[in-house]
Nanobody, 123 residues
Framework: VQLQASGGGLVQAGGSLRLSCEASGFSFSRYTMAWFRQAPGKEREAVSTISWSGSSTYYADSVKGRFTISRDNAKNTVYLQMNSLNPEDTAVYYC?????????????????WGQGTQVTVSS
């Protein structure tokens, strides 16, 4: 099983980034997919999740209206489009897969995790 996250980088406040996470080794289309983030000294938090079909999504209040999650089951890939970035979005972003089918499953329920990609937003 592998989740390969990419697309992070350094961006100025107000800018945009698009994260990608390519999955392999499991039945991607059957899993709820999520993006989490962890800033230095803080707990890992859920940013956004998407159902296996892509028909349902969840966003943390802090990113609503700025971030958009999507998936392409044919490519085994989940995306996170991040717009209007601000310094508070600086964190390592992780993708994760959950087979429970819940958009707000607790973190310990996630079965697979990617290695993380660093997002740094300068003011």
């Amino acid at each position: 099983v592998q989740l390969q996250a990419s697309g992070g980088g350094l961006v100025q406040a107000g800018g945009s980034l698009r994260l990608s996470c390519e999955a392999s080794g499991f039945s991607f289309s059957r899993y709820t997919m999520a993006w989490f983030r962890q800033a230095p000294g803080k707990e890992r938090e859920a940013v956004s999740t998407i159902s296996w079909s892509g028909s349902s999504t969840y966003y943390a209040d802090s990113v609503k209206g700025r971030f958009t999650i999507s998936r392409d089951n044919a490519k085994n890939t989940v995306y996170l489009q991040m717009n209007s970035l601000n310094p508070e979005d600086t964190a390592v972003y992780y993708c994760a897969a959950d087979n429970d089918g819940l958009l707000t499953a607790p973190i310990y329920r996630y079965d697979y995790w990617g290695q993380g990609t660093q997002v740094t937003v300068s003011s």
